[in-house]
């Protein structure tokens, strides 16, 4: 399934505490396990994901990431999810990360979490998802995204005092 969102993401040395930031959400911890590159176990399910795109937007003053990724899920254990494992896991020493989220679910579309980043970081990211969709999306209409995006500001608002970490552009995949 083809999926497109909207993300922002910042870091800091120091934890962030969505209670502390947000006193009226209500905060879930979720697991995700990754296995290197591509796998990771969320919410009871594994799935593989793989970016297709990336790309820039300047917004409100910000710079957001628009995402375009392919994600599959794998209801059942077969031995092509076997192989497709053992490919992304192989060649790893330590394949292996458990990465805790603190998730505040804005509504069906976005949400706020943060988690401790291997490099030593926390990161607070900010993400909202126009939908998941069966075949890539030929055309977007950009001025509606961005009017939906426009509903947050006041959860984003309160990202602009940290730095975004380092992207990477143009990160292109072809199945």
């Known amino acids: 399934m083809h999926e497109y969102e909207f993300r922002y993401v910042v870091q800091d040395s120091a934890p962030f505490f969505l209670q502390d930031i947000f006193p009226e959400c209500t905060v879930k911890v979720q697991h995700v396990w990754y296995v290197k590159p591509h796998f990771r176990y969320k919410n009871k399910r594994l799935e593989t994901k793989h970016i297709i795109s990336t790309e820039a937007v300047f917004y409100d003053g910000l710079w957001f990431k628009w995402v375009h990724s392919l994600e599959t899920p794998h209801v059942s254990w077969s031995s092509l999810t076997d192989k497709k494992f053992l490919d992304a896991a192989g060649n790893f020493q330590c ?9 505040w679910t804005l ?3 976005a949400q ?64």
Not at 95 to 103: A, C, G, Y
Not at 124 to 150: C, Q
């Open 107 to 109: 509504d069906n579309q």
């Open 95 to 103: 394949p292996f990360r458990n990465e805790t989220r603190h998730v």
């Open 112 to 175: 706020v979490y943060t988690f401790a980043h291997p490099d030593g970081t926390y990161r607070l990211v900010f993400e909202w998802e126009y939908g998941v969709f069966s075949k890539p999306i030929k055309n977007l209409d950009t001025e509606s995204l961005l009017e939906n995006l426009g509903k947050y500001w006041k959860v984003y608002e309160y990202f602009r005092s940290f730095a975004s970490p380092p992207y990477r552009l143009n990160e292109t995949y072809f199945p």
